[in-house]
């Protein structure tokens, strides 16, 4: 029995260790999580979103990596971050003109997740 063991809540998210369990498995995901393109942070609010239990660790990280857009400390920064990818596309003169509020509450609805501050494409 487990009684006191430090482990990231992906794990027990995943279902890969308990106070009576340890997956074989979870040697694997540490393995991939030590060479992972972001912090366990960012899998363990995609996890607790999208439902780690659904996922192997491989595909968890790989559907992370695909959908991971970055922090933001708002709904609204996220929109000008996106407005800014495209910008070039755009005329300039209207971003003074952009209700940032109601492009973010849009985003938000339609496209984008947010867990802990991170945030993903909706997939």
């Not at 995609?46 to 660790?57: I, L, Q, R, V």
């Not at 968890?60 to 000008?80: I, P, R």
Request: glycine share 4%; aromatic share 18%.
């Amino acid at each position: 029995m487990f009684q006191d063991f430090e482990a990231p809540s992906l794990f027990d998210n995943m279902g890969l260790i308990s106070e009576g369990y340890l997956s074989d498995d979870i040697f694997e995901a540490i393995d991939l999580l030590e060479t992972a393109d972001y912090d366990v942070e960012v899998y363990e609010a995609f996890a607790n979103h999208f439902g780690g239990s659904n996922y192997d660790m491989q595909e968890l990280l790989q559907n992370a990596n695909e959908n991971y857009t970055g922090v933001y400390s708002s709904d609204e920064y996220l929109a000008m971050e996106i407005y800014s990818d495209h910008a070039d596309q755009m005329d300039s003169f209207f971003s003074n003109y952009i209700d940032w509020e109601k492009l973010a509450r849009d985003l938000m609805i339609s496209d984008y997740v947010e867990e802990n501050g991170h945030y993903f494409r909706q997939f």
